[in-house]
């Protein structure tokens, strides 16, 4: 008797679960463009060897190997179909109702953030997009089923600001030294996203995971630019560090004044840094060199392209380019945001964030 309610009790649990897998809706920069930028002006495109083991006779949009950390998560959730670029032809009709990414590749919190690589959609132009979407939800469903959706079954992730700091960053340097300039800056990029996240929040966003900054200091392209020093570039690791403390309290704020809202801060850095420190025991054999490479000792120099040579086992590498990650990485990642405790997610992991 006890193993037939046993079964009960998960089958039941099993059915609630399905119910309850999000419409996910992802705004971004390259690490989870999944094609977008191949509708616009823009030579931050994901040609192959980019998405090689995602599918060998189409292009994935994505820049890795394989799939990207959200095409996991969503995987992880249950969802039977990766989420679709906003920019894409096919994005139309009800097929809006299971998410829709925005993320565009060279995108940052700021609107001139990636302008050196032509044409991009930045945080504000992506949130006016979703703007597009709720109100084509609502044709579809109704306003009170729309409003619904957005609060109560929807998931929203926001992976953004590395691209202000690493081309930010550097321009700020240039203009004024002083660790007063730096502040200046970080000010800025805080204030704009909080601004932004407040825009989602006003158009129904409730359930909101934000991922702070990577330790851009440690890829292959910052470890070949400055060839003279060892391992990971510190100084430029510094001014993530005060962003990513400037970001979590954020996200704290925007919880505790914003009814019914709940932001979950995913410490990106840190899963970073644990796979750096521990990678042979994840399985890794390189931890400092792009598996897509053409240039500089580290592969860093040149992004990955068509003409560029990658390495015959993804699954040792821990970079995949000069900037991002493998899918074995990117792996690694998801388990952490779906199983993760306080170490990596604050304040809850991800199927917590789903089922609260």
Not at 187 to 198: C, D, E, G, P
Request: glycine share 8%; aromatic share 12%; hydrophobic share 35%.
């Amino acid at each position: 008797m006890f193993h037939i309610s046993a079964l009960i009790f998960l089958f039941f649990f099993y059915i609630s679960s399905a119910k309850n897998i999000p419409a996910i809706f992802i705004f971004g920069d390259s690490i989870v463009d999944v094609g977008n930028n191949n509708y616009i002006n823009t030579i931050a495109k994901a040609a192959f060897p980019n998405g090689i083991d995602f599918c060998r006779r189409c292009s994935s949009g994505r820049f890795t190997n394989g799939r990207t950390v959200i095409d996991i998560l969503e995987q992880d959730l249950g969802a039977k179909n990766f989420t679709p670029p906003y920019l894409a032809p096919t994005t139309t009709g009800d097929m809006v109702l299971r998410g829709v990414n925005y993320a565009s590749s060279g995108s940052g919190i700021l609107s001139n953030t990636g302008i050196v690589w032509g044409d991009h959609i930045g945080f504000y132009e992506q949130i006016s997009n979703f703007e597009k979407t709720k109100k084509t939800i609502v044709s579809r469903i109704g306003r009170r089923e729309a409003k619904r959706l957005l609060k109560h079954r929807a998931l929203f992730v926001v992976v953004i600001g590395a691209n202000d700091l690493f081309f930010g960053q550097q321009i700020t340097f240039l203009q004024n030294r002083s660790s007063q300039g730096q502040r200046a800056y970080l000010n800025i990029l805080t204030s704009t996203l909080k601004s932004q996240l407040t825009r989602l929040y006003y158009l129904e966003a409730r359930k909101i995971v934000v991922t702070n900054v990577p330790r851009i200091g440690c890829s292959p392209y910052e470890r070949d630019n400055y060839p003279n020093g060892k391992g990971c570039v510190g100084s430029l690791n510094k001014p993530i560090h005060s962003y990513n403390r400037r970001l979590k309290r954020l996200l704290m704020d925007l919880t505790a004044n914003q009814t019914g809202s709940t932001y979950v801060y995913a410490d990106i850095h840190a899963i970073l840094e644990d796979i750096l420190h521990n990678y042979k025991s994840y399985g890794f054999r390189n931890a400092d060199s792009a598996c897509c490479h053409s240039g500089g000792a580290h592969g860093g120099l040149v992004p990955c392209f068509p003409l560029s040579k990658f390495c015959s086992d993804r699954t040792k590498y821990v970079f995949w380019d000069a900037f991002h990650l493998t899918e074995t990485s990117n792996l690694i990642a998801a388990r952490h945001m779906m199983d993760g405790g306080l170490k990596y997610m604050s304040p809850m992991n991800i199927p917590q964030l789903v089922h609260s």
